[in-house]
């Protein structure tokens, strides 16, 4: 699901809130013993085999599964530092957002908030230390959320429509990052990644489509 973006933070019953991680989106991908790790932009995340492998030891679910989520380097305070997981200074995890596929079963047309709860039940059964993290939410209420983010000097903020299912045209996405314009760590970033979006293939995120096609030729 692409991310669109928005300036100003807001307030809405039909709308839920998660931290912005900052780090690498990625799709965990996990079938017949073994997880992957893939890029947006379609390419596998081979610097991060080890937290596949953590992956799969926490959850070896059957059937192909495939979770969307971010590597994330987190320091003492549970805070993301990007230099540490560039550089590979500290051991990253993998936060898990949303559920594209179940046990082979197409979750993308159901409900975000239906998707979040099957997530939630799924991840339950990894133990406590797990290196595989759910990222849970709050329901309504983003500016309060958003003014906390920015007091701890965080990335952001990302509202996603509760009802809405899971797309890869971005124009239609339901999901709307809000940035904090202050943040310490976003120096020199943005140029960066604006480069590495152009050199999608495909606009949009795309590698859920791949993956999916996969598992129902499988």
């Excluded at 073994?34 to 379609?42: I, K, Y």
Aim: glycine share 6%; hydrophobic share 35%; with cysteine.
């Amino acid at each position: 699901m692409p991310l669109q973006r928005r300036r100003e933070a807001f307030d809405h019953p039909d709308w839920l809130f998660e931290l912005k991680y900052d780090g690498f989106r990625a799709l965990a991908m996990i079938q017949a013993g073994r997880t992957q790790l893939v890029s947006r932009n379609g390419h596998p995340f081979a610097s991060f085999a080890d937290l596949g492998d953590a992956i799969i030891a926490d959850l070896n679910v059957k059937g192909k599964t495939v979770i969307d989520g971010e590597i994330v380097c987190v320091d003492r305070r549970g805070r993301p530092q990007f230099k540490n997981l560039l550089f590979h200074r500290s051991t990253p995890s993998f936060f898990a957002f949303d559920l594209l596929m179940l046990r082979g079963e197409d979750c993308r047309a159901e409900r975000l908030i239906d998707r979040k709860q099957e997530l939630r039940r799924l991840l339950n059964r990894v133990p406590a230390n797990s290196r595989l993290k759910y990222v849970d939410h709050i329901g309504g209420s983003g500016t309060p959320l958003f003014q906390r983010v920015c007091e701890l000097d965080l990335e952001g903020i990302v509202a996603k429509h509760k009802f809405g299912p899971y797309v890869t045209e971005r124009e239609s996405s339901t999901w709307v990052k809000i940035l904090n314009r202050t943040y310490s760590q976003k120096q020199g970033r943005e140029e960066l990644f604006e480069r590495d979006r152009h050199k999608e293939p495909v606009p949009g995120w795309h590698s859920c489509v791949i993956a999916c096609a996969e598992s129902k030729a499988s």
